[in-house]
């Protein structure tokens, strides 16, 4: 059984940070492209970033140069590493995996969801 297990969100300072780990387990991490999305009340699940099996590494618009995705396929673990955070982030962040496919940025192409963490940037 594939399970995915996000940590490390919480309530932040406009200009702060927060990192964001996503536990693997069930699946074959290392073949797997890993991505982070997040969704705020009342809009759409969104795409921040997605890191391939070969560390390929893609960002939506409005978090390149502050959010950094990593993977440790040793620890089964990816991270987000979210920097200078505005309230504009606030959301809860989904991990989410997949095996095959080439949709990277949208919800659909990915198989596997964790439960979601909250991240809430003050003003």
């Known amino acids: 059984q594939v399970q995915l297990v996000e940590s490390g969100g919480g309530l932040v300072q406009a200009g702060g940070s927060l990192r964001l780990s996503c536990a693997a387990s069930?699946?074959?991490?290392?073949?797997?492209?890993m991505g982070w999305f997040r969704q705020a009340p009342g809009k759409e699940r969104e795409f921040v970033s997605a890191?391939?099996?070969?560390?390929?590494?893609y960002y939506a618009d409005s978090v390149k140069g502050r959010f950094t995705i990593s993977r440790d396929n040793a620890n089964n673990t990816m991270y987000l590493q979210m920097n200078s955070l505005k309230p504009e982030d606030t959301a809860v962040y989904y991990c989410?995996?997949?095996?095959?496919?080439?949709?990277?940025?949208?919800?659909?192409?990915?198989?596997?969801w964790g439960q979601g963490t909250q991240v809430t940037v003050s003003s």
């Open positions: 890191i391939r099996r070969s560390g390929a590494t």
């Open positions: 989410a995996g997949r095996l095959v496919g080439n949709i990277l940025m949208s919800p659909r192409g990915y198989d596997y």
């Open positions: 069930g699946l074959n991490f290392n073949s797997n492209t």
